[in-house]
């Protein structure tokens, strides 16, 4: 379900402590541009990047290692975020790259919205009287 991607770009759209734990773990949000994902979580060994505010809202990272676990008796989906490389601070993009929409927690991806009109430009003119 999927494909395999080297060294994805990704944007860095928010990132949470998570509670609990002995250690402290960070969530991600991160986008492709065209979908987010919030099921993401930072190794532990990143989480100075976090403090360091070196990933902000609107980073661009390039996540060089990278592993998908399934929850156990459940069908989520959590990626962990291995190893990364910063590849422009949030500070210099300023915006959310594309109109990404969230990945569901099982890794499956949303059906386009039933009034949602795949050809933008049919019905959009309205006939003004001559």
Do not use: W
Not at 19 to 27: H, I, K, M, S
């Amino acid at each position: 379900q999927g494909e395999e991607v080297t060294e994805p770009l990704l944007q860095v759209l928010g990132h949470k402590a998570i509670q609990g734990g002995a250690q402290e773990r960070f969530r991600l949000l991160l986008s492709d541009g065209q979908y987010t994902n919030s099921f993401s979580m930072l190794a532990t060994q990143f989480n100075n990047l976090v403090h360091e505010k070196q990933l902000e809202m609107f980073t661009v990272i390039r996540v060089k290692k990278q592993l998908c676990n399934q929850v156990p008796g459940q069908t989520k989906r959590v990626v962990i975020i291995l190893d990364l490389d910063i590849v422009t601070p949030g500070n210099q993009v300023n915006k959310k790259i594309g109109n990404p929409v969230q990945i569901g927690a099982d890794g499956k991806i949303p059906n386009p919205v039933d009034n949602e009109n795949s050809n933008p430009n049919s019905g959009g003119a309205v006939k003004r009287p001559s």
